[in-house]
C-alpha cells in the first residue's frame, strides 16, 4: 500500500478490493490487534466506502494490510490476502499452499524455494547403487528437510457480520451478481444457494454450495425458475448487524428448548420484499422460525407448539 495515500486513483473500490479488506480485517481479530467491535465497525465502513482512499485508512495501522489497488482477480482466484508476516506468503482462494513467480521461485512460509529447472531438478539415483542407495552421499544423505506448511486460510464465522459479508462477496465474485433466489447459511461454516444464472432476464438458477476449504462449488446445471412469482433477491439489501441481532432472542422465545441449532435463509418474499427466517432447533427436532424484514424487524413469529 502507498505510505502517501493520495497516490491512490480516484476512484470507487472494486468488490475483490473491499473483500481483502474485510478479510485483512478478519485475520486482525483472529490475531488480537483489534477488537470485535473494531472489526463490525471497519467492516461495515468498508462496504461503504466511496473512494479507495476511504477504504485503505480501515487497514493502514494493521500489521499486514492488503495492497490497494489490488490485482485484477479471476473468477476462481480471488486473493483472500496476506498470510503470514515474515513469509508474505499470499494464500488463494481454494487454499493453495503457494504462489509460483515468474523466476521459478515459489513463495513459502518463512522464504522462498527455488525450483532447478532441466533434468536435474530432482535428485536420482545412480545407475549402480542399489535400492537402499541415497540420492546423496555425505553424514546428512537420505535426510529430507521439512518445508513449511503455508499458513492456513483464514477462518470464516458466518454468524458474524465480516462472515457473511465474506461469503456474499464471494457469491458475488463467483457468480459476477449481487442476486439470489435464495441464500442459506447452514451453519457456522456451511452455506447453499439457488443462486441467478446470467442473463438474470432468463429466469434460470443453479444449486451451489459454500464451505471454507471450496468456497462456492457446484455438480448440477442450471434449471429454470419454476414458479412465476418467485423473484430474486438482492444480497446487499440486508442490515447484517441488525438481522443477526435477532439470533440470541429466536433462540429464547420459540419454545424450543437447547436450541442450539440456527440457520439464516435470505429470500424475497411475495408482498414482504426482502426477507430472513431464522430458524431454531434441537437434539429433539423440535423447530421454530423468527421472519425479519432486512432492516431486521419481527414481522413473524412461529414457535414450536407441543402436543
Do not use: C
Not at 482477480?73 to 515474515?86: D, E, H, N, Q, T
Not at 503457494?98 to 536435474?120: H, I, M, Q
Not at 434460470?204 to 425458475?225: A, C, G
Request: proline letters at 8%; zero cysteines.
Amino acid at each position: 500500500m502507498p505510505d502517501d495515500s493520495t497516490e491512490l486513483p480516484a476512484r470507487s473500490p472494486r468488490d475483490d478490493e473491499r473483500l481483502a479488506v474485510v478479510r485483512a480485517l478478519a485475520q486482525a481479530r483472529s490475531r488480537g490487534q483489534i477488537t470485535q467491535a473494531d472489526q463490525l465497525e471497519r467492516t461495515d465502513m468498508a462496504i461503504r466506502a466511496d473512494t479507495l482512499t476511504d477504504l485503505a485508512a480501515l487497514v493502514e495501522d494493521l500489521d499486514s494490510p492488503p495492497a490497494l489497488p489490488g490485482p485484477l482477480s479471476s473468477r476462481r482466484g480471488l486473493l483472500l490476502g496476506v498470510a503470514g508476516l515474515a513469509a508474505g506468503v499470499v494464500v488463494g482462494a481454494v487454499g493453495a499452499g503457494a504462489l509460483s513467480g515468474s523466476d521459478g521461485s515459489e513463495a513459502v512460509a518463512g522464504g522462498t524455494r527455488t525450483a532447478t529447472a532441466g533434468p536435474t531438478s530432482r535428485p536420482t539415483a545412480s545407475p549402480t547403487a542399489g535400492p537402499t542407495a541415497s540420492p546423496t552421499a555425505g553424514p546428512t544423505a537420505g535426510v529430507t528437510t521439512p518445508v513449511p506448511s503455508a499458513a492456513p486460510v483464514p477462518v470464516v464465522d458466518l454468524f458474524t457480520v465480516a462472515g457473511i459479508e465474506t461469503l456474499f462477496a464471494d457469491y458475488r465474485e463467483q457468480m459476477g451478481t449481487w442476486k439470489a433466489y435464495e441464500l442459506t447459511v447452514i451453519n457456522a461454516t456451511q452455506a447453499r444457494a439457488d443462486a441467478v444464472v446470467r442473463p438474470i432476464g432468463k429466469r434460470r438458477l443453479q444449486w451451489w454450495s459454500w464451505d471454507p476449504d471450496e468456497r462456492w462449488n457446484t455438480i448440477f446445471d442450471p434449471r429454470p425458475v419454476g414458479d412465476p412469482g418467485v423473484r430474486a433477491v438482492d444480497l446487499r439489501d440486508f442490515d447484517l448487524a441488525a438481522v443477526l441481532a435477532r439470533v440470541p432472542k429466536a433462540q429464547r422465545s420459540l419454545n424450543v428448548e437447547g436450541a442450539a441449532d440456527v440457520d439464516l435463509r435470505f429470500f424475497r418474499a411475495p408482498g414482504a420484499g426482502s426477507v430472513v427466517v431464522i430458524s431454531v432447533s434441537n437434539q429433539f427436532r423440535e423447530h421454530g422460525a423468527l421472519v425479519v424484514d432486512r432492516a431486521g424487524r419481527i414481522i413473524e413469529r412461529h414457535p414450536f407448539v407441543r402436543s
